[in-house]
């Protein structure tokens, strides 16, 4: 079996769609015999930051001698990102080899429980199973969709982590805060500890109530710790991290944004609580990179900042940064975005004051993708005074733009972030399994 043949095979599993339960991971780990008894897990969920913290918290504890394993979701470009070990993705010839040895368990599993496995349980299997045969001890596990009934959280968490909550994915976790915070608590398991990022108000109180039942008190951001900005540039930031547990002065970052802050603290927040990392480990986060955050690359005369943000709290992020880093300068947009995000709250949030104009265009996935004749008659509602028009695609935004003047910021949708990636030759799309996926 090639490794074109594999992701063929996996892209037929995503029909399935999404399918919330922890019975089919259950039945599935048992087929396989267990392979993640061998590991300690930290688990990280929230709305936004998902990513970024948990490759902090890999980063961490790798530099400080532990090997360590990362599993996060979606993946941009290629599926093999979602499996890495030590700090290294996953070679084509050992996914294949991981395939090859799960699928048998797969059918034998749905032959069983008499259901389909999702695209996100299988891959979830083949990572723990790959983990193992790399012989990692710890497992750092990014959520797919939510918590409490994601496949990821069948797994036995030492330590708990949850980013931030806002609206997103209400269809399948409630439309309230409260409600949100409840589906991402329920990753809290008694004995674990639990840390919190910059979450407040109704979900605060609803994530304290979980750890109450739970006799856990959790590590709160703002109350337990904190992170003082000396330094926010083009090159990064430079912050000091303060705990009760201890301080450390001057850590730097790469990835660009006070939002990215906030994770790095809630990293090291995270990493404190399985033991206390030396200065020189935390320091190392300093070479963290994660794409399609924040992204700025050159292109001849041209400026290109790609950013994965896909709902309301994101494109407020993504804005913030736009009014820290672009020096006043107007950006040509292309947009795309999904059809069950809130677009038109995602629209209002944009930096009006840093638009030059606005294309809108598809993201590359059937069927998910919001018409573009559909953004572009709410951005020309938003932005009276801007041109606004819509592409079939984004390539056809990018040839249009090819004779216009000005810099480009592209943003709304992980697919089209991967899209971007792929057009600008920063990676290479697997076939048949896009940007994105049909976690869960």
């Known amino acids: 079996m090639t490794y074109l043949n594999v992701v063929k095979e996996l892209s037929l599993s995503q029909k399935f769609g999404v399918k919330l339960g922890l ?44 090997r360590t394993a990362l599993f996060t979701s979606p993946h941009l470009c290629s599926l093999r990102e979602r499996f890495i070990v030590g700090g290294k993705i996953i070679t084509k010839k050992e996914l294949v080899k991981i395939y090859e040895i799960v699928s048998p368990a797969v059918k034998k599993t749905e032959k ?19 983990f193992k045969e790399k012989r990692a001890r710890f497992v750092v596990l990014e959520t797919g ?16 982590v949850i980013t ?17 915070a409840c589906e991402k608590a329920g990753i809290i398991k008694e004995g674990s500890k639990v840390v919190l990022g910059s979450i407040s108000g109704a979900a605060l109180k ?23 900005i000396r330094k926010c540039s083009l090159n990064g930031a430079v912050f000091d991290y303060i705990s009760a547990k201890k301080k450390r002065n001057n850590i730097r970052i790469k990835i660009l944004g006070k939002k990215q802050v906030e ?46 943000a896909h709902n309301p709290d994101g494109i407020a992020s993504f804005s913030e940064n736009m009014r820290l880093f672009s020096s006043g300068r107007k950006f040509n947009f292309i947009v795309g975005i999904l059809k069950d995000k809130d677009y038109r709250k995602m629209l209002r949030n944009l930096p009006v004051a840093r638009i030059r104009s606005m ?17 572009a008659e709410e951005a020309k509602k938003r932005f009276k005074k801007l041109p606004v028009k819509e592409e079939e695609s984004f390539k056809g935004a990018m040839k ?29 799309l697997d076939p048949c399994l896009p940007a994105g996926r049909l976690d869960s």
């Open 164 to 180: 931030n909550i806002s609206k997103d994915h209400t269809e399948h976790l409630g439309t309230s805060l409260s409600k949100i």
């Open 145 to 160: 969709l939510g918590g409490r009934l994601d496949a990821t959280n069948y797994f036995n968490s030492e330590v708990c």
């Open 112 to 130: 069983k429980t008499a259901c389909h496995l999702t695209f996100f349980e299988i891959v979830t299997a083949m990572a723990i199973l790959y």
């Open 206 to 228: 609803r994530i304290k109530e979980v750890c109450c039942q739970k006799g856990i008190k959790p590590v709160v951001f703002g109350r337990d710790y904190c992170a003082k």
């Open 400 to 428: 249009f733009l090819s004779g216009e003047t000005g810099d480009i910021a592209i943003v709304g949708s992980l697919f089209l972030a991967g899209e971007a990636r792929k057009y600008f030759k920063l990676c290479a």
């Open 23 to 66: 019975h089919n991971i259950c039945a599935l780990m048992e087929e396989l015999r267990n392979p993640h008894r061998h590991f300690r897990f930290i688990h990280v969920a929230g709305t936004n930051g998902k990513g970024s913290t948990a490759n902090y918290i890999a980063d961490i504890l790798e530099a400080s001698g532990f």
């Open 359 to 375: 294309i809108c265009v598809p993201p590359p996935v059937s069927g998910r993708a919001l018409d573009p004749s559909c953004l």
């Open 263 to 308: 994770n790095a603290a809630l990293a090291i927040a995270s990493a404190d609580e399985l033991f206390l990392p030396s200065i020189s480990a935390i320091k190392e986060i300093k070479n963290s990179v994660w794409p399609g955050r924040f992204e700025i690359i050159k292109k001849g005369k041209k400026t290109i900042i790609i950013d994965c």
